[in-house]
């Protein structure tokens, strides 16, 4: 009997916020060219998940953060996430430092700031992410 061997790959998605608003890119590319997204890409060869996104934040949004402000809201694995194929993304959080601007970079055809009840319909499956972010940070908030 022969085993199915499924290839993984391995990404980590932000949730940038600021206020009562979140930090979305426009996909340059395809799958769901044209269409909003959080920041996010694959991990490196080597890299931990929190180093990949940070600097996929900064690659694609301007936005420099530190990882120890980072806060894992969850791991996603649902196999179909992702038309391209099997995707784990680790999602992280965080509240975008005083004073910063966001400029499209890398991926990013443009950003914008959405506040989290006008959310379009998101990429992938970042509308839930950026729900149980949300959650979360009001919960942390008090």
């Given amino acids: 009997m022969s085993k199915i061997v499924e290839k ?3 990404t ?3 949730v940038c916020f600021k206020d009562d608003s979140v930090l979305l890119i426009e996909r340059k590319w395809d799958p769901y060219q044209g269409r909003f997204a959080l ?3 694959h991990v490196d060869p080597g890299e931990t998940s929190l180093a990949a996104a940070v600097r996929e934040l900064e ?3 301007g936005l420099a953060v530190l990882a120890g402000d980072l806060v894992l809201v969850g791991v996603y694995d649902t196999p179909d996430r992702d038309p391209r194929g099997r995707y784990v993304s680790a999602a992280y ?3 975008a430092p ?3 601007t966001a400029e499209a970079g890398d991926d990013a055809a443009k950003v914008k700031w959405v506040r989290v009840e006008d959310l379009p319909p998101l990429a992938f499956d970042h509308t839930g992410i950026v729900a149980d ?3 979360q940070h009001r919960a ?3």
């Fill in 133 to 135: 972010a949300w959650r």
């Fill in 98 to 100: 005083e004073g910063t």
């Fill in 8 to 10: 993984i790959r391995y």
């Fill in 12 to 14: 980590a998605d932000v």
């Fill in 93 to 95: 959080a965080v509240e």
């Fill in 59 to 61: 690659e694609e949004t």
């Fill in 140 to 142: 942390r908030q008090g």
């Fill in 39 to 41: 920041p996010g890409g």
